[in-house]
C-alpha cells in the first residue's frame, strides 16, 4: 500500500509515485520532525497466507548498514494486525526461553528449526510486534496488515524444504541470521492494546517503537481529528466508507485504500457512510514523545511500558 511505486490517486502530488514525491514533499507534508532519507520510512503492505512462510529474521540498523548497504543497509522492526483469522491460526515470533545459537543451528541442519519458536494464537484484531533480531514465521489462513520500517532485508534460515517447478530450493542466509538473532530474553509477541472511548470515536493504541506507533480507530458517527506539524500521518481503511472533510471539497474514502495526511493539515472531520475501521500509523519524533502522547490521552504509566517497545 505504500511501496515506492505506490501513486498519489488525488492531491498535488496526483499521479507522482511515492519514490517520486518523498523526496521532494516540503515540510508541510513530511512534518518538521520526520528524518529525510532518501526512501518512504514506512512500508504497510496486507499479507495473505495459505501455507506457512519460511522461518525468518531481520536485521537492525547496525547491521544493515555495515554488512548490507547495496541492499539498502535498513533494518527492519514490524508489527502485524490479523485482519482475517481461521481457527486455529497462528504466527511463530521469538525463540523458547532454552534454545542457544548452538542448538537452533542444530535444529536448522535436522529439520526441526520451527520446534524453536514460540507459538502464539491470533485472532481477528490481534497485534504481534516483531522487532528486528525476533526469529519468526506466520501461518496458513491469515489476512494481516504489516506496518514496517521500510525495508526488504529478510535472512531465511528455514523453509520447509520446498521446491519451485524446476526442484530448486530458496536461498537460505543461516550465518546472516544466525549473526542478528535474538537468543535468551525475548522482545516480540503479542501486542498489549488499551483502548479509550472519546465521542464517537473508539481508540485503541496498538503498539509503538522508535519507527512507528499504530492505532485503531473505530466510529460511526463523525469524529473529529487534528494534525501535528512535527510528522505527518498515515490512514489504512479497513472497513466502511465515508468522506474527509479538509474545509474544502470532501474527499471520499473507502475500503484498501491509505491516506498519507499532511503534517499541516490542521484540524479536519471524517464523517462515515458507514461503520469505520482504520489503522492510523506515524513516524514518531522520540520514544519520549510518544510516552508524553500517550500520557495527555490517559494512559497509566503501566499501560504505557505495555505499549512503547524500547
Known amino acids: 500500500m505504500t511501496g515506492s511505486e505506490s501513486r498519489f490517486a488525488n492531491g498535488p502530488f496526483k499521479g507522482q509515485t511515492l519514490a517520486e514525491a518523498w523526496p521532494a514533499m516540503p515540510p508541510e507534508w513530511a512534518g518538521t520532525d520526520v528524518a529525510r532519507d532518501p526512501i518512504f520510512p514506512l512500508l504497510i503492505k496486507f499479507i495473505f497466507t495459505e501455507e506457512k512462510l519460511s522461518v525468518q529474521v531481520h536485521p537492525d540498523d547496525t547491521y544493515a548498514a555495515e554488512n548490507d548497504r547495496a541492499a539498502g543497509g535498513r533494518g527492519k522492526t514490524e508489527m502485524w494486525y490479523a485482519l482475517r ?23 536448522i541442519a535436522n529439520g526441526t528449526a520451527e ?35 521500510h525495508s526488504d532485508l529478510t535472512y531465511r534460515v528455514y523453509d520447509y524444504d520446498r521446491r519451485d517447478a524446476q526442484g530448486r530450493a530458496r536461498e537460505l542466509h543461516i550465518e546472516k541470521a544466525l549473526a542478528v538473532m535474538r537468543f535468551g530474553q525475548q522482545r516480540g509477541g503479542k501486542a498489549e492494546p488499551v483502548t479509550l472511548q472519546t465521542g464517537a470515536l473508539t481508540k485503541t493504541f496498538i503498539s509503538a517503537c522508535r519507527y512507528f506507533a499504530t492505532e485503531k480507530w473505530v466510529f460511526s458517527g463523525t469524529i473529529e481529528a487534528e494534525s501535528t506539524r512535527a510528522r505527518f500521518d498515515l490512514a489504512m481503511v479497513l472497513q466502511g466508507e465515508g468522506r474527509f472533510d479538509f474545509g474544502d471539497e470532501p474527499l471520499e474514502y473507502g475500503p484498501a485504500q491509505a491516506w498519507l495526511l499532511p503534517a499541516a493539515l490542521g484540524r479536519f472531520e ?34 504505557i511500558s505495555g505499549l512503547v517497545h524500547a
Open 115 to 149: 520446534s524453536c519458536l514460540q507459538h502464539v494464537s491470533v485472532r481477528e484484531g490481534d497485534a504481534v510486534f516483531v522487532p528486528a533480531g525476533t526469529a519468526h514465521t506466520i501461518g496458513p489462513r491469515l489476512v494481516l496488515c504489516e506496518i514496517q520500517q
Open 85 to 107: 483469522a481461521h481457527p486455529g491460526a497462528e504466527v511463530m515470533v521469538g525463540l523458547r526461553p532454552q534454545i542457544t545459537r548452538e542448538s537452533f543451528r542444530a535444529a
Open 270 to 303: 471524517m464523517r462515515p457512510d458507514s461503520r469505520t475501521t482504520l489503522l492510523r500509523t506515524y513516524v514518531p519524533p522520540s520514544l519520549e514523545a510518544v510516552r508524553r502522547e500517550l500520557a495527555e490521552a490517559g494512559l497509566t504509566e503501566t499501560q
